[in-house]
């Protein structure tokens, strides 16, 4: 299984919106709503943002949002915050019941 | 409070075995399946294997089969990882991971340990 793509790193200014693409395959993302991001601080465990593509757990801000289109999911984060600044990975569910995960993306708050 | 402890990492040598475990509370431990996702030094998360909830089901990512087993102790809430034949690509930060209820209908990781660091070198 291949890993999800994403983008190496996106960055922007505090109070901007910002959005990781994460591409896959009809057997992963395309297939299944599925799909759930983590962030991960330096040192830290991953946490869980979002998950089946567009829902957020409790305790999570609003300002953290997802969507999907065909093989290509995003996440988008509205007025960044300096507490944003971390890797973000999103993962999906995939035809061979188990998960993959994408290549990370390094989040820079300007 | 849900937790997951890790444990068990260590420096081995190539072609060395090794046990991790992670130790789990708060939660009913044998309702759950659970998977192991490595993160070699610097580098992305990748996912390694996974067992059902009363250990029937296991499936184990093409990198690691035929080397790593994974069982779980549900009278003792443990799930464990049994890493024999290790290779320098192995050196990672190993972490267990709980999925969410599968009655829920969804498919992704709510809990996470904070991780155990395998690192294979001579």
């Known amino acids: 299984q291949s890993a999800l793509t994403q983008p190496a790193s996106v960055s922007g200014s505090p109070g901007q919106s910002i959005t990781i693409s994460c591409t896959g395959t009809t057997s992963d993302v395309g297939g299944y709503n599925f799909v759930s991001w983590y962030q991960q601080h330096p040192g830290t465990a991953p946490k869980l943002m979002i998950f089946d593509v567009s829902n957020r757990p409790s305790g999570v801000s609003n300002r953290f949002s997802g969507s999907k289109s065909g093989n290509t999911a995003s996440l988008t984060i509205s007025g960044l915050q300096a507490e944003d600044e971390a890797d973000y990975y999103c993962s999906s569910y995939t035809s061979s019941s188990t998960y993959v995960f994408g290549t990370g993306t390094k989040v820079t708050v300007l | 409070e849900v937790q997951l402890v890790e444990s068990g990492g260590n420096l081995v040598q190539p072609g060395g075995s090794l046990r991790l475990s992670c130790a789990a509370s708060g939660f009913t431990f044998s309702s759950y399946w659970m998977h192991w996702v490595r993160q070699a030094p610097g580098k992305g998360l990748v996912w390694v294997s996974r067992?059902?909830?009363?250990?029937?089901?296991?499936s184990y990512a093409d990198s690691v089969k035929g080397r790593f087993t994974i069982s779980r102790d549900n009278a003792k809430n443990t799930l464990y990882l049994q890493m024999n034949s290790l290779r320098a690509e192995d050196t990672a930060v190993y972490y267990c991971a709980r999925e969410v209820l599968r009655s829920s209908g969804s498919h992704h990781f709510d809990y996470w340990g904070q991780g155990t660091l395998v690192t294979v070198s001579s």
């Open positions: 067992i059902n909830s009363d250990g029937s089901i296991i």
